[in-house]
């Protein structure tokens, strides 16, 4: 029987989602929030950011540009998605992101890897 992710993999990489910035998912607007309702976030310019689902780093890659001296990782199950944010990451000549093929629900780290997680448009 095949498996689920596989299936949703091989179907992302036949039609590719449009991947784009998606401005109520950027760390400064996060940061607000979060200081709005009483937290001390981290500061963005040196965030740890990841991104769950993150296609080809349309949304990743702009924050990635903007703020050099943060770590950007993307995690996404199309490796098609992932090779040609590659492609755009080298174009770019960006240091400071990595995009990972990997099924997001088999990422694990520790709690206090990232700063800012972000995820939107992701259907299980």
Partial sequence: MPNISDFVATSYDRV???????????????????????MSPSPIERARVLELGCASGGNLLPIADQFPEGTFLGVDLSSRQIQDGQRLIEQAGLKNVELRHQDILAFDAPADSFDYILCHGVFL
Avoid: E
């Avoid at 910035?21 to 009483?38: C, E, K, N």
């Fill in 16 to 38: 590719p989602y449009k991947s784009q910035p998606f401005r109520q998912s950027h760390p400064d607007r996060l940061a607000v929030i979060a200081t709005l309702h009483g």
